[in-house]
């Protein structure tokens, strides 16, 4: 085990890609000599070159287009954008094409294409770079949704999502870039689909997801000193959604909080409690509350921004209240 | 700005190759007519796009293209999917939204796709497939595979921004990709000089990407031919992606919905003198080519159309445990364990 950090465990899993198949290529904003304007790609131009490692004209429509385009004649490409929010920009790209291709033409074409992109907020950016975007992409059918929330689980879920056939989002909290963790040393490929279970308690579940799996786990240890129990299971994946996982957890504990960074209205965790009131109303303690930023643009001051965002202590009133 | 005007240069296609374009264009012309019957009968439901009228752009650039180059075309691309070779009765059998169609209901008129005959897909967002073409262009270069990638589109995509960004990375990257602008002079309901701000909405749009303007006649086969040689030859050298405004006319509305009433009486006779179909019927004639031979290439189109009617209409309706189908490689739609 290497101890490395979420940007260098990017760069890694790209590497590792690249490296096994030659049809697998990458391009973006910046991507190039400059490895990236988080740096989660420094080192992949001087290590495979120009024609594999391309840098693009700021053309989100272009870059995803020319993305999908290459996936359906033979190449594995990953695209980056820089910023979720510039989604926006190319969402016909992402939801009309690439996520309806295949079952329009009923299969015969294949998109095994990857959108990396960095989501989400905590960095004081304002509402148009800080946006936790991967509620967009989980509505779409056609689309996989994953994001990691630790190093270890970047670079194996990325690479899974490369090796896939279909196409994968992959949403990188920009605030966790920075943080340190052990990665398995050689080859390191995860599953999509599969939740993790960070914490197991006995007496309350707490379902996380990227920037709020760290909040969790933190606001699971100052609740066992107010004496509850608390298990913390880190989604990961979207879609495909690791139900059986939650669900196993919350028929043990009886009680599901949700954290979750997006804006109240349609968020994963509103599916979730929809999947557990569906099947598993009977095991439930208490009602299913979800812990969410408010349905507001985030806001930019620092102040502000925290004060949104799901906090810790949030997180420890509202389990703690919900419980009584 | 002057921008050239490409004259025919019919003396250099060859009498095999103009007897191609000729059935070509027959067929894709009754294919058109007999899906507009069908609407009549109310047996194609849904829209649909005609492309009558505009035969001769997609004959001279399929007959131009090498059986593994890459046709990206919009919702109007029933000529441009049948034109590589896509199976007809397939085809019709979709507008029919039978189970025997090509996409066995999924996709409908809009969406027509043979990969197997390099037909990459028919794409109804305006202006999506041009950045997408561009991708396929890419895929060729990196695989050295000396594919090109075609992608044709109306006059209204110039004035959208994947136009712009697909020809910028076009050019940057040196793809080989010809973009194909069908100027129908119709965006929808709207003449598209109205909204446009040059003239010639593709052309005159082609320096501002360093690319040579070329604007040629549309209802032309032979002028058709030559330029879809000449783009797609400099894009298999290396030479980099081409512009080409074809102008041409659409003989109906933009879908069923629409009766064309907003064009002016004179201008439709006028473009319907120059029906590319009926205008190279006569220059075969003319060059010496049998009024019988012609005649056998009309008969075998319309056996070809009535016969693909046929099965299609023989065909059962879309099986419905295809619903669920195909969203995924594995060809299922579960999004959760």
Known sequence: ?324 | MSTRVEKPRSAEVDRAIRLRLYQLMVELRDFEQRAYELFLENLVRGTSHLALGQEAIAAGYAVAMRADDYTFCTYRGHGHTLARGASMAAAMAELLGRGNGMLHGKGGSMHLTDVSHGAMGSYAIVGAHLPIAAGAAWSAQARKSGQVAVCFFGDGTTNIGAFHEALNLAVVWKLPVVFVCENNQYMEYTPIRSVTAVEHPAADRASAYGLEPILVDGNDADVMYGTALRTIGKARDGGGPSLVEAVTYRHGGHSRADPATYRPEAEVREWLSRDPVKRYRERLLAAGVGEAELSEIDARAQQKVDAATEEARQGAPARVDEIERQVWSDGGSAWRN
């Open chain 1, 1 to 324: 085990m290497a101890e490395l950090s979420f940007r260098e465990a990017i760069a890694a899993g790209i590497a590792q890609e690249m490296e096994r198949d030659p049809l697998v290529y990458f391009i973006g904003e910046d991507v190039g000599a400059a490895g990236g304007v988080f740096k989660a790609t420094v080192g992949l131009f001087e290590r495979f070159g120009p024609e594999r490692v391309r840098d693009t004209p700021i053309s989100e429509q272009a870059i995803i287009g020319a993305a999908m385009g290459a996936a359906m004649t033979g190449l594995r490409p990953v695209a980056e954008i820089m910023f979720s929010d510039f989604l926006a920009t190319c969402w016909d790209m992402v939801a009309n094409q690439v996520a309806k291709t295949r079952y329009m033409t009923d299969g015969q074409v294949s998109l095994p294409l990857v959108i990396r992109t960095a989501n989400g907020g905590g960095t004081r950016f304002g509402a148009q770079h800080s946006q936790s975007l991967e509620n967009w992409a989980m509505a779409v059918p056609g689309l996989k949704v994953v994001a990691p929330s630790t190093p270890a689980d970047a670079k194996g879920l990325l690479a899974a999502a490369i090796r896939d056939p279909d196409p994968v989002l992959v949403f990188e909290q920009k605030s966790l870039y920075g943080i340190k963790g052990e990665v398995p040393d050689g080859e390191h490929v995860d599953q999509l689909g599969t939740a993790a279970v960070r914490r197991t308690g006995q007496d309350c579940t707490i379902v996380a997801l990227a920037a709020m799996v760290p909040k969790a786990l933190a606001a699971a240890q100052q609740l066992e000193s107010l004496g509850i129990d608390a298990s913390v299971i880190d989604v990961r994946s979207l879609v495909p959604l690791d139900t059986r996982t939650i669900l196993g957890d919350v028929r043990r504990t009886g009680w599901l909080f949700t954290v979750e960074e997006n804006p109240r209205l349609c968020g994963w965790g509103a599916e979730i409690a929809s999947i557990v009131a569906d099947e598993c109303f009977d095991d439930l303690d208490g009602p299913i509350v979800r812990i969410t930023t408010p349905h507001i643009p985030l806001p930019a001051a620092d102040v502000l921004e925290d004060m949104a965002m799901p906090s810790v202590d949030r997180i420890v009133e509202t389990v703690k209240g919900g419980m009584r």
